[in-house]
């Protein structure tokens, strides 16, 4: 594991498509933090995400982002991922042509300096698919093409178990998920946690968190983290949604009118499996 003691974002505006996302946004990440970041839909969660990552469609206007010191800004995607960050996909494209095992070895290798041998690979890509509860059929399938909503998700679960990463970021890895797919997912990033990863943690659903046990939870709304505190902010959220903040803060939030700004305490009883 590529383990990361700290994660340092300064000051950091993000534009996508010349509109202003990310408005000046601070967070400090520690080793061994599972952050809960809450936020009605539409207010730069997922654009934070994509700027960590290094998303060219996202583009840091000013401020910075440090991992251990050093600015990563200027670095590729695979530059930072082999500094140990990963993102898991809230829409996980479609990848024609590219075999999902085919994939999955090219990037254990290029996390190597050199290329893992066949019986390791196939030893610890069989344990990751029962860990996740996916065929191992999916191996001669085509990287995410024709997947269920559930299935692409746990996709994406069986990439972070084989990169082994020291900070993932998951976006609302539990949409689409059914009661018996969340459990299996938060118990893998339960085990994940335990070999030290941190997280940063994007969802509307409470029931996630509950089983991944949270350190600290941030909120964020227009383009900034308004709030940064316990995990006693997760409940807030649950039962008052964001008003709280507008009454508390004298922050006014607007709302998009087709979808929840406030936490769901149970998962969906119907959902792609």
Same mark, same amino acid.
């Given at each position: 594991?590529?383990?990361?003691?700290?994660?340092?974002?300064?000051?950091?505006?993000?534009?996508?498509?010349?509109?202003?996302?990310?408005?000046?946004?601070?967070?400090?990440?520690?080793?061994?933090?599972?952050?809960?970041?809450l936020?009605?839909?539409?207010?730069?969660?997922?654009?934070?995400?994509?700027?960590?990552?290094?998303?060219? @469609?996202?583009?840091? !206007?000013?401020?910075?982002?440090?991992?251990?010191?050093?600015?990563?800004?200027?670095?590729?995607?695979?530059? @930072?991922?082999?500094?140990?960050?990963?993102?898991?996909? *809230?829409n996980?494209?479609?990848?024609? =042509?590219?075999?999902?095992?085919?994939?999955?070895? *090219?990037?254990?290798?290029?996390?190597r300096? /050199?290329?893992?041998?066949?019986?390791?690979?196939?030893?610890?890509?069989?344990?990751?698919?029962?860990?996740?509860?996916?065929?191992?059929?999916?191996? !001669? @399938?085509?990287?995410?093409?024709?997947?269920?909503? =559930?299935?692409?998700?746990?996709?994406?679960?069986?990439?972070?178990?084989?990169?082994?990463?020291?900070?993932?970021?998951?976006?609302?890895?539990? /949409?689409?998920?059914d009661?018996?797919?969340?459990?299996?997912?938060?118990?893998?990033?339960?085990? *994940?946690? !335990?070999?030290?990863?941190?997280?940063?943690?994007?969802?509307?659903?409470?029931r996630?968190?509950?089983?991944?046990?949270? !350190?600290?939870?941030?909120?964020?709304?227009?383009?900034?983290?308004?709030?940064?505190?316990?995990?006693?902010?997760?409940?807030?959220?649950?039962k008052?949604?964001?008003?709280?903040?507008?009454?508390?803060?004298?922050? /006014?939030?607007?709302?998009?009118?087709?979808?929840?700004?406030?936490?769901e305490?149970?998962?969906?009883?119907?959902?792609?499996?």
């Open positions: 594991m590529k383990t990361m003691k700290q994660l340092v974002i300064k000051n950091l505006h993000v534009s996508v498509e010349g509109k202003e996302i990310l408005k000046g946004v601070n967070l400090v990440f520690n080793q061994g933090d599972v952050l809960a970041l936020g009605p839909n539409g207010h730069g969660k997922s654009t934070l995400f994509n700027a960590i990552m290094g998303h060219p @469609r996202y583009k840091i !206007t000013s401020g910075s982002i440090l991992a251990d010191g050093e600015d990563i800004t200027l670095m590729s995607v695979d530059e @930072r991922s082999k500094k140990g960050i990963f993102m898991a996909f *809230q996980p494209p479609e990848v024609s =042509g590219v075999e999902n095992m085919d994939f999955f070895k *090219q990037i254990i290798n290029s996390h300096e /050199s290329n893992i041998k066949l019986f390791d690979f196939y030893n610890k890509l069989k344990e990751a698919y029962q860990e996740v509860n996916l065929s191992e059929d999916m191996n !001669t @399938r085509h990287l995410n093409e024709g997947f269920s909503g =559930g299935e692409k998700k746990r996709n994406e679960i069986l990439q972070m178990l084989l990169l082994n990463p020291g900070l993932v970021l998951l976006d609302e890895i539990d /949409s689409g998920l009661v018996d797919a969340l459990q299996l997912i938060g118990k893998a990033i339960s085990k *994940q946690i !335990t070999k030290g990863s941190s997280f940063i943690v994007i969802s509307h659903y409470a996630l968190y509950s089983l991944i046990n949270p !350190t600290r939870a941030a909120v964020m709304v227009d383009g900034k983290i308004v709030v940064d505190g316990g995990v006693d902010i997760i409940d807030k959220v649950d008052q949604g964001y008003e709280w903040i507008r009454r508390e803060l004298g922050i /006014s939030i607007k709302k998009e009118e087709d979808k929840p700004i406030v936490l305490s149970c998962a969906r009883n119907k959902a792609v499996k």
